[in-house]
Each structure stands twice: as structure tokens, then as C-alpha cells.
């Protein structure tokens, strides 16, 4: 409500104008004031003003003005409860003589001879106003006069009339009502607020526009900003408030808002001391609220969110408190949903929702921290995972929501990829181990629970370690993925592939339960992975070997299956590869044996649980001994002695064959020194010595070691030395032969293309495998190949020595055929350390050791 000017209150209007005495002399209303709009209507003719009015007009004068005397004592009736004596002396100052219970009442004091000045000030000023008006005028003036109290503020009007008396100074009339009470907000909650409020009424208007104004009530926040305290500034007059505080001009203003009565609420601007205050005004009633707020305050705070939100790298949008429209939205929200500014305050927010954010892969620490997960579709049709985190907060005095937004897309991403890599093969992308007992564990339960059988299938790739080894790891990877792919390509859901690790994948097939069907399956991959590959341009060919165990026919033991499984492949492999077999319960104990021997032997080279054995070697025509060879034994504390055979490969296998090696040749070397120099010492050398490096420099080392002469060690080799990187290991036998070490080809004749070795190196010595000598007396044909080895051999200079004779028919063929010397039961088997020394007495007796032997040995 704004101010405006007001009917005054004036007889005759209404009809009334008989009973009253006419305009004043200065031709204006009989009362001048401020009245709310329809007062004077709404109240009937027997209102006690109007009445009293009514008698103000009729009694007789004195100079003009109703005589006190005639107007008060000619009985104003129960009027006399609401009305005041006053008496203005000519030095101004005004005193109550006496007044109604109603009036004390209103004013809140008892009245009897109390100076105006000792009033409320509210009243005290409405009070002066209306004696100062009455006395300019000769007429009744009214004043409203709100009065704050216990948080109300109640409206009172005051009706000054004036009067004439025989007594000294001037005499007032007053007349005093509440008008209803208006209740205000709770001073506490005002009190409590941030921005300053007070609540004014306008005093003393002139020529509709009030010359200053009364605090009805302020609140600490707006009295702090005059440099005050609420309790001093209240029902003060708002220039003495502001007086000295800078503000001054402030009252100007507030007049002429008032006076232009411009709307229910006017916003002005006040500064002062560096100090800048926002003023608020609205009109309640014939109250003006008004709110002051530090716009140097509100401006640092505004400036702070700008630059806050403006360069904020964190996406951020504005929503109004309905959550309704866009407000704003800072650059990274633009850069970030790919609109530009216009587009986007258009938006409604649901605009850019795509659907709820994924449960399982929901960003689980954003959730927590309160956050609020969702999936928004930006401009160019890319879905965004975010987190949006909401904050209420006032924005040019109107609530709104800030919302940050989280762009958790690519973290998202990464927590998806590491569920996927808890579950997958990062180089195939199949399934990986736990996945792959998972469900077959959850396959094995279904059969507990009277559901269908299935079979697992393991596949290991043959070959694989030469192509990762030759060919380098990057085709070895590609050649995996393919396999992958092939393996993949051939199985259907519920079937299950994944990869346990290097080249070995596995399968679960629930599809086939008999046997029947999983060797189909079986015989389709092998197929599958028999297909040539091509990779950097070459054809590379791996064939598989696979096991298959069926449950439940096998087990329905989640270990057992995997490793019944793996017993089959294992037996595939050994067997054939590019093939399949079922698991057999032998395997199980079969490799059960193998790993037990397997980790035995480790220990055995730690333990040294080693000896060496020694057979004779024997010239054929003599009989006279040339020496011993050295086979290796191994004394198992629980089982006794194991021959080389059953151990050799195995350690050749898991690697510890270097190990053995070295014990060997050093033993041998210790032993042949105290021999007689004539003697030889024959020691075998596995090919995995050649290829672990370091082999001629360990024999070098240990024959000087123990100062054998060279040419008294004689290194037995097999094909396979000449077999497997023929040109590096004929170069080892070459440094071997420049030391003067003797070298010996063993088993000759069990090889691949056994005569054309003999012309690749200048053995000393070649063994005739004893498979020939065996069928020497039956077998024409082994006859013969022993003529023409022997014959070859003679021919490059080289000794011969036939393995395994046995009988006497066997010596007699050899000697026959000229083999220089001899291996075999027929003469001594392999011996224990302790018996050579008597042996090596025994030829020396017999006079068929050479003499100086026979002095050394001596
Ligand atoms: P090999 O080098 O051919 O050794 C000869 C094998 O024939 C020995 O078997 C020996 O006991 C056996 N033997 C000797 N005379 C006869 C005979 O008249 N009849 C029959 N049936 N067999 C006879 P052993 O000691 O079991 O050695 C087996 C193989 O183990 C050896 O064959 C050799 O290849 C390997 N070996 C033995 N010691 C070592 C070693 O220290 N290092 C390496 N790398 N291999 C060794
Ligand atoms: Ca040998
Ligand atoms: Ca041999």
C-alpha cells in the first residue's frame, strides 16, 4: 500500500453538514491528517470522535475556539474515558492535566501532570504534531500514531482539538482510540535475519509527503548498519537515527518514494562512508517496512559467486527452487553438455536426463558422499554418467539450487573396466580363472541338485614356447588372441571359455553331458586351432592338445575336474598332440607319481643326494681296460636308487639338469685323478648344457680344478646336441675339442639321419647304440649296419665302442668286425665308487694295464 493523500475528516459530506460549524476561516478541512482510506464511512454516526467533533462545533466560544470550560463540564458523557486534558504553556511545553481511563490506557502511563515530553515517544511526537497543527489551524487535527508493543504494533488515533480558557497558556482537547491491532512478525524472527528491517511510520506529513519519520521497530542487523543498537533506535525519529551516520540523505529519499507513492515497493540505493545500502520499502497499512542491505556486502558476495561459478572448472548449473527453470549455467556446464548459453537456459533440466544412472556400476564413493547419480544426454547424443551434488542458496534474495555437476563418465568406465578385468583375460577378453571356477562351481551345484551334467575341457596350445621364444612375445600374443577368437567362434552360451593363464585355455561345456557330444566338441576345436595362422605376414602353425573330464560321470569335485582335466590334457600331450583324451583314473596316480618325483628332485639337488657309478670300458682285442664311464645315480631316501632314466628328463624338464651336470663332471674329474693316467673318464652331457650356456668354461674350469689332463675326459654327447641348434653347439664342440677333450656321439643309431653326423664333426669315439648289439647274433641287418658304422667311423679315425654286451656270441661278432671297445654286463655292470679301485687292481694284475698305470696305480 503506498501513501497517498487522505479524505480528511470532514462534516457535511456525508450528509452530516448541518451539525457542524462550517469550514474554518482558513478555508480548510476541519481536520488535516493522515486517515486510512474509508475511516470516517465505515464508522456510524454515534462514533464517539465524530460526537465529540460534533460538540467541539457547538459549544460556545471565546476568541474563536470552543470554551474549555463549556465543552469539557457540559458533560461528554463516557467520551470523557477516552480523552486527555492538555495545556500548552507559551515556552512550549505541554502537560496532560488529567485524563480518561481509556486514554492512560493507551498512552500506557497515568497521565495526571506529566509533560508531554514524558510520554512514549511515538505519542509524545504524534502528540506534539497534532497540538502544533490545531494551534496553527484553530481546528481539530488527527494524528494516527502506531505504537510498537510486545511485538504488536497497534494503530492509535489522536484527535488534538483546541480549545479556548481563562487560564494561562493554550488548552488541548485530546482525544485518544486503538485502532485493531496488526500483528507483526515476531521481533525475534526479524532480529534473526541477516539483512536489516525496520518498520517506519511517517510523521508530520506535508503537502503529502511526511517530513520525517518514526522507527516503529528495527531490528539489530539494520541498527548495526547505523553504527546503534536496536533497543536505542526504536521508536526514535529516523533523522535523529540517522544523524551523523552518513545516511542522512537517506531520509530525503524515503519522502520522496513516499510521496510518489510509486507502488507497493520501492528499491532505492544509499551510499555513504564507502558503505552502500540497498533500501527495500513496502507498505503495509500505513507502515512502510523497509530493508537495508549492505550492497557492499551483497556485491563482494555476488562478485565471489561469479567468479566462483563463472570460472569454475566444475560444471555448474543455477535451477530455481522449484527446480523448474534454468538460471544460469557456467562455461564448463556448457563445454561439458556441448550447448551454448542461449540453447541451454532454455532447457528444461529433465531435458538433458537420459535415464538413470547403471546400479552396478554406479560411482559408489559419489553416492556416498551424498551425491545424486544420474545419466544426461548432452547436445551431440553422448551419454554422461554424473553425479550431481545440490546446495540451496539465495540468489539476489530468492532461493535457488546450485547444482554441481560431476562428470564421473570416465571413472565410471574405469570402475566397469576393472569389474570387467576382475573377470576377463586382459589379452583375450575371455573369462578368467575365478570366473571360470565360478561357474563351475555353480555347474556342479546344479548337478548336486539333480540337473545336467557337463564336461570341462582343457586345451593347451603345442608349441607355443618355441613361437613365443623364436618369433618374440608380441606374435606369441597375437597368436593367443586368435586362439581366443577360434575357440570362441565355437562356443555358445551357457558354454563358458576362458584362459588360465599362458597358453592354456579351458572350456566348460554344458551342452554336452556324455562323452559322445564332448568329443565332438573336442574333435571341432581341435579342428578349429589346427587351421593355420597368419601373423606378421608369416603362416604359423600351432596344433592343441585337450583333456576332458566329465562331471559327473569323473567327479563333481570342483578341484577334481579342473585337474582330471589337466591329467587328460597332459596324457594327450605326451601322446600324440593335436589330439584328446579323456580323463582315466590311472592318470591320476600316474601324475600324481610325476610332481611328487618332480618336487623330490628339486630337493635332491639341494641335498646332493647324488653318487656316481662307474663302468668299465674294455679294448676288444686285448680285454685290457681303458677306462670307466661315469652314469649318474640318485640315492631317494625312501626309495632307493633311482637310474638315471627315470630322472634325467625330468630334470632336463624342470630345469636342474645344469645342476646335476656340473656335480657329475666335477666327481668324475675328482675320482679319475687318482687313477692311472692311461685311463679314461667318459662323463654325459645332456643337450640342455649346451643351450644353458657357460658349458665349456665349467669343464675348463674343472678339469684344471682338479688337474686331469684333457685328453683323459671323454664328453659323451647324443644326436639331439646336433640336432637343436646345430651351429652353436658345433661350436661348443669345437672349443671343447681345442682343449683336447675327447668327445664321444652316444647311441649312435637311434638318431634321425645318423651316418651324415659323423661327417659334421671329428668325433672321437662313437657308441653303437645297444639295440644293435642286442640283435647282433639274430639280426643280419644289425650286423650290418655295425660293419658300416664301423667301417665309417675307422675311416674318419674314430674309436668305436659297442654298448650292452652281454653275451660272449656278441663279443665274438664284434671282435670280428674289428669294434675297438666295449661296454656291458659281459664285463662289469656300472659300479659303485668303491669297487673301481679293486677293479682297476684286478686289470692291473692281469698285466693288461699299460705299465706306468700300473706304477701309478701302485
Ligand atoms: P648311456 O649313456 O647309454 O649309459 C649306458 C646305460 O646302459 C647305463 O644305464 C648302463 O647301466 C646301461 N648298461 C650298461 N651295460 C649294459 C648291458 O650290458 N645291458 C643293459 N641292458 N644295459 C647296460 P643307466 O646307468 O641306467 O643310464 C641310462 C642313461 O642315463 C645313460 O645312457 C645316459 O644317457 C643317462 N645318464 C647316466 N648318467 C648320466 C649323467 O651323469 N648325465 C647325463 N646327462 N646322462 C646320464
Ligand atoms: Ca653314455
Ligand atoms: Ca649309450
Redesign the pocket.
Known sequence: MGFRELPAIEEGRDGHADETTGPPADGRDAVTSLDPPGNIDTRTEFDDLRVLLRKWRTVPRYDGLPIYEELVLGGLGRIADEVAVVRQLEDGCATLMRAGDAFAAIVECDCHGRPLDRLAHGFQLSIELALKDARRTGAPSLQLCQAAQDGMISTVEIAALPLSSRWEGAFFLLFARARERQIELANLLINSMPEGIMALSALDRKNGAPTDFLILSINEAAARLFGSTSEALRSAQLSSALAGTGFEGCIDKLRDAVSRGNGHAVSLECSANGKSLQIGITATGSILTVTLTDVGVLKARETLFRSMFDDNPVPMVLRDSGGRAVLDVNDAALRLYRYDRTQFLKLEPEALLHGPSDPVVRPLTAVEAGGNPKRHRTADGRVLDVVEYEREIAVGGRPAVLATIIDVTERTRAEAQITFLAHHDPLTGLANRTVFTQTLETALGRIQSGGAGFAVICVDLDGFKLINDTLGHDAGDTLLVNVGRRLQALTRAPDVIARLGGDEFALILQSCAGPEAAAGHADALIEALDQPHWIDGREIRVGASLGIALAPTHTTDLQQILKFADLALYRAKQDSGSAFRFFESQMDRVVGERRQLEMDLRRAVIENEFE??Y?PIIAVQTGGLRGF?????WNHPTRGSI???KF?PLAEEIGV?GD??EW?LREACREAVTWPDSLIIA????AR?FSNGGLVDTVAATIQAFGLPAQRLEV?I?ESVLLNGTQDNIGILRRLRDLDIRIAL??FGTGYSSMGYLTKFPFNRI?I??SFV?DLEIDSGSRAIVRAIIGLATGFGMDITA????TVGQLEVLREERCSEL????FS??MPRDNVRSVIDAYLGSGEVERDAIRQAG
Open positions: 656316481l657309478s663302468q664311464e661315469a652314469l649318474v645315480r637310474p638315471p632314466g634325467i639338469i646335476i651336470g657329475t662323463v654325459n652331457v645332456s648344457q659323451e647324443t652316444d647311441d657308441k647304440d645297444r642286442a654298448e650292452g654286451v652281454e661296454q656291458g654286463f659281459l655292470p656300472p
